[in-house]
């Protein structure tokens, strides 16, 4: 898991938890990168037991041609720029 923290001399930066979520068997044989949604499970099974009918759409509106592993992006003023640069000052998607 991907998580925020401060280096050094104070700054915002990338790190990895601990507890390691571990990808999805066979991923590895067909991905470069592999995003794990934590939780993602949980919201499933929750949708599945509502009353039917039911309708959940799920949209990934990221651009194909984006750097693998890049799911966390920031843009301000129609660019995109580092989700650590500026902190409230960008749109997160």
Do not use: H, K, W
């Not at 104070?10 to 990168?33: C, I, K, V």
């Not at 992006?73 to 960008?90: D, I, Y």
């Amino acid at each position: 898991e991907c998580v925020v923290g401060l280096d050094d001399q104070g700054e915002l930066t990338f790190g990895l938890a601990a507890d390691e979520q571990r990808a999805p068997e066979g991923a590895a044989e067909t991905s470069e990168a592999v995003e794990v949604q934590i939780g993602f499970d949980l919201l499933v099974a929750d949708l599945v037991s509502r009353a039917a009918p039911m309708r959940a759409l799920f949209v990934d509106y990221g651009p194909a041609d984006a750097t693998p592993g890049d799911s966390l992006r920031a843009f301000s003023n129609g660019e995109q720029v580092s989700p650590l640069a500026r902190p409230g000052e960008t749109d997160l998607t």
